[in-house]
């Protein structure tokens, strides 16, 4: 019999209600996978819920083709995003797809994402999956989209949303926080006409300076302690 780690599970749910404080929630769409290092099992954010409404029990259990194995909630369609980006890439332990507003935005425009604050500098040569904007329900699909992703750990998704990745939990949620940051920050940028950006140089300084796990790790402290308190901005 298959047994759910609650604590990770608890994690899972916290992660989604970061996500939604973040700029992430679009109805009841958009969601989170993770598996625990050396594991197999994929947790998910079932369907039919927003990320803000997301707790511990209501985290379902996939088999790492999507098959559920676990949880009363329904799988999201968008399922083989998830375990194609898990089975291509090892390194990966959580992935997260969701529809943020601004990032949508520069995913439809020309111009590419530039470094122009801290976060910005994560993002420099971003993948863009531009095959469709319609939803990818399919491990034919799902494969598409993550050898789009060419073990980047963010991806737009043009006219339709964003892909994040990371080795754990923490990272992949920071990750697309800081996405979609510095996508609003050049979405208002651009409403000035000319602006500027880092340069290679600095891009480099600021990823070290910026982005200890020290640092990342005290980032996701702080949200984890904000939700936590009920906090309804970011
Ligand atoms: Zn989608």
Not at 26 to 46: E, Q, V
Not at 175 to 185: H, N, V
Request: glycine share 8%; proline share 6%; with cysteine.
């Amino acid at each position: 019999m298959i047994e759910i780690d609650i604590r990770f599970a608890e994690k899972v749910a916290v992660a989604c209600n970061i996500l939604a404080l973040g700029g992430h929630n679009d109805l009841t769409l958009g969601h989170l996978s993770a598996r625990k290092p050396g594991d197999n099992y994929i947790y998910m954010k079932p369907s039919g819920m927003g990320l803000d409404e997301v707790t511990a029990p209501d985290v379902i259990l996939l088999d790492p083709d999507g098959v559920q194995l676990f949880g009363n909630g329904k799988r999201h369609q968008e399922y083989p995003i998830h375990t194609e980006i898990l089975k291509m890439y090892p390194q990966f332990n959580c992935v997260i797809h969701s529809h943020p507003f601004y990032s949508i935005i520069i995913g439809a425009g020309k111009e590419p994402l530039r470094p122009i604050n801290h976060d910005g500098v994560l993002f420099v040569d971003l993948p863009v999956f531009n095959e469709t904007g319609a939803l990818i329900k399919t491990p034919e699909q799902g494969l598409e989209v993550a050898s789009c992703l060419r073990g980047q750990k963010a991806m737009l998704m043009t006219n339709h949303g964003i892909v994040a990745a990371g080795s754990s939990i923490e990272e992949a949620t920071l990750i697309a926080l800081f996405l979609e940051k510095a996508s609003r920050m050049q979405v208002m940028a651009s409403l000035m006409g000319e602006y500027t950006w880092s340069s290679p140089d600095e891009v480099q300084i600021k990823k070290e300076q910026c982005y200890s796990p020290a640092l990342m790790q005290s980032f996701w402290d702080y949200l984890e302690r904000r939700v936590k308190r009920g906090a309804s901005t970011l």
